[in-house]
């Protein structure tokens, strides 16, 4: 069974910088097509970041392109995310979330509905 489980989430300054993990149970990150979400009140929820395959590429929402950056431990089997510069905006719940094919083209990877496996969340407030 597969199971995701974030952690890292908090309270922090306009500016500062937080990291976000993803615990993965049930299946190998360093194969996965895994994402991290994020979804503010009253939003729709939004790609912001993850791997589409096994290759070591990796894709950005364009609200958050050059501040954060995501990794795969497969040592831990986790998928991080390290945000800097955040701002107010970035305020919101972020979830990982894991698509069951080994690939996703890319308008199946950007679309929240297509993954199969989601942690439970963990709130970012960014504070100005």
């Known amino acids: 069974q597969v199971q995701l489980v974030e952690s890292g989430g908090g309270l922090v300054q306009a500016g500062g910088s937080l990291r976000l993990s993803c615990a993965v149970s049930g299946r190998t990150v360093s194969s996965s097509v895994i994402s991290w979400f994020r979804q503010a009140p009253g939003k729709e929820r939004e790609f912001v970041a993850g791997?589409?395959?096994?290759?070591?590429?990796?894709y950005y929402g364009s609200s958050v392109k050059g501040r954060f950056t995501v990794s795969r431990d497969n040592a831990k089997n986790t998928v991080d995310l390290q945000m800097n510069s955040l701002k107010p905006e970035d305020t919101a719940v972020y979830y990982c979330a894991l698509y069951a094919a080994r690939r996703a083209i890319i308008t199946v990877f950007y679309n929240a509905d297509s993954y199969d496996h989601w942690g439970q969340g963990i709130q970012v407030t960014v504070s100005s």
């Open positions: 791997f589409r395959d096994s290759t070591s590429n990796t």
